[in-house]
């Protein structure tokens, strides 16, 4: 039998191909289960991750609202798959894109960035409490240069109306109403409470909606003990998630999550092992790490259920780290990986 069906359409450019990605049904997760587990596969945005969905939103919210005009320029500060997203939107539409970013983020995300044109700019990796942060850069930068838009990743809400205007409806359709639980991490937020709010207005409320939090976020203590932001400490090996604030993306639905998850280095690492082995997806850490929190709610939840959550990019651009035997040896995470997965560390 043929595993894939065909549908013959075209789309009208970069922006064209962002968005109406497939749900992959995780066959061995499921059956582990009892339930049905799906993976948005976000990594099939024509950029390669699921903050294409973002960076097209929030341009085209810009110039729906006079902001940016032809020839301008757009600003960001990102850890690296928005400034790609944005870099590839900007090319597609004639815009200049300037990024600034924390100083250890991946090579491969910052070459990228620079082969799509983009001026790259990196900083020191300090807090969000510092001046120098990669974010104010990138607003005093916006602001001080004429034709320029900070598109404000983390604050700007047509980044959590993208998801809401397009992945959370895609989601619905594809389980045809059926989904009982989504859940997914946090960056910005924008995913997390754009299909959020989307899924909840569908039945009532009826669909869980949780957070999946890795090391040295404040996220998932903030739900759990009902509303108390601790202080940032710690840190992850998985690049684009972890919060230290509730930013305006997540804003009041942080409230009205029904749970949250807090899912290990360790666990994360095995899943992007465990994930190639067994269903043949190469996929980063963040996107190993919703899937964990899927495994895990779907135990908590009991059989019978539908949940999703998003495969938010491939493996591609982290390949050095999580592939590498002296980088696993480096975070202490050698023994995370079980005997029979090593092989897959070739680096
Ligand atoms: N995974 C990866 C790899 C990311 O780059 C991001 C965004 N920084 C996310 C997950 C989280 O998405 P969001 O910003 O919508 O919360």
Known sequence: ????????????????AVGNTPLIFLKALSEKTGSKIYG????????????????????????????????????????????IGLAH??????????????DTQSQEKIDLLRMLGADVRPVPAVPYEDPRNYNHQARDYARETQGAVWTDQFDNTSNADAHYRTTGPEIWKQT????????ASTGTGGTLAGVGRYLKEQNGGKVQVWLADPPGSVLHSYVTSGGQLKE???????EGIGQGRIT??????????????????????RMVYELLDTEGLYVGASSALNVVAAYE??????????????????????????????????????DAIPEHLKKYAVL
């Open 176 to 183: 045809q109403g059926e989904v009982d639980a989504f859940v």
């Open 1 to 16: 039998m043929l595993s894939r069906s065909f549908t013959s359409h075209s789309v009208n450019g970069f922006t064209g």
């Open 40 to 83: 948005k596969a976000e990594f099939q945005n024509p950029g390669g991750s699921v903050k294409d969905r973002a960076a097209l939103g929030i341009i085209e919210a810009a110039e729906a609202d006079g902001r940016l005009k032809p020839g301008g320029t757009i600003v960001e500060g990102t850890a690296g798959n928005t400034g």
């Open 232 to 238: 940032r400490s710690g840190s992850s090996i998985t």
């Open 297 to 334: 709610l779907a135990q908590q939840l009991g059989p019978g259920k539908t949940i999703t959550t998003i495969i938010c990019d491939g493996a591609y651009r982290y390949q050095s780290r999580l592939f590498s035997r002296k980088w696993l040896q480096s975070k202490g995470l050698t």
């Open 248 to 269: 305006n993306n997540l804003g009041t639905f942080v409230d009205k999550l029904d749970g949250a998850l807090h899912i290990s280095d360790e666990k994360s690492i």
């Open 89 to 102: 939107v900007c090319r597609a539409k004639g815009y200049r894109c300037v990024i600034y970013m924390p």
